[in-house]
C-alpha cells in the first residue's frame, strides 16, 4: 500500500489523516506546514493516525514540531485512533506530553486541501535534520538515541552546499 498524507484546514484548525507507513519520505509536506504556523495563531491540530502502519522518527519529529507550534499558541494537538504501535512509538520518544491521545472520529474539514510539499533530496535531508534536531530538544533522553544522526545529516547537507557552490562558480 502506498502512503498518502491528506492535510486540510477549515479556519484556523488543521486536519491531517494519514494512509499507510509515514516515513521521511512524507514529512515534507508536515514540515512545510508547521513552518507556515510557526507566526500563526490556529485553534487545533487533528491527526488520525487509524490507516497508519508505523512511522519513522523522521516522521515522529516533524509531528514533534507541530505538537510544540500548537502548545506554544495555547492549541491542543490531537492524535486519533494511534493504535499500540504508533501510541508506543511516540511514548517512546517521550512525545506523550505533545499530544491528547483519543480513539474515534476526528471530525473532518469542509474546508480546503492544504498545499503539499516537494521532495527534492536536500529538502529531504533538511527535513530530517529538523526533526531529529526536534525529537531531541523535546526529550533529552532522545539526545544520546539521535546525535550521531544528527551529525550525519549535517555533514551530508554540508557537502551538498558545497557542491552547489563549486558548480555554481564554474558556470
Partial sequence: MSTEIIISNDGDAYFITVNGRATFEHASQLRN??????????????????NCGGMDSTFMGILAMLGLRAKKVGAPMYVYN?????????QGLG??????????DMGQSSGK????????KSG????????????MSADEQNVKK???VVELVQKDLDNMNKSKKIGRAHV
Fill in 82 to 90: 494511534a493504535g499500540e504501535l504508533n501510541l508506543s512509538l511516540l
Fill in 33 to 50: 506546514l508547521a513552518k507556515s504556523l510557526e507566526n500563526t495563531a490556529f485553534s487545533k491540530i487533528s491527526l488520525n493516525l487509524a
Fill in 146 to 148: 539521535f546525535e550521531k
Fill in 124 to 135: 529531504r535531508a533538511e527535513t530530517v535534520l529538523e526533526a531529529h534536531q526536534t525529537l
Fill in 113 to 120: 486541501d492544504w498545499a503539499s510539499g516537494s521532495g527534492e
Fill in 95 to 104: 512525545l506523550k506530553k505533545l499530544f491528547e491521545f483519543r480513539n474515534g
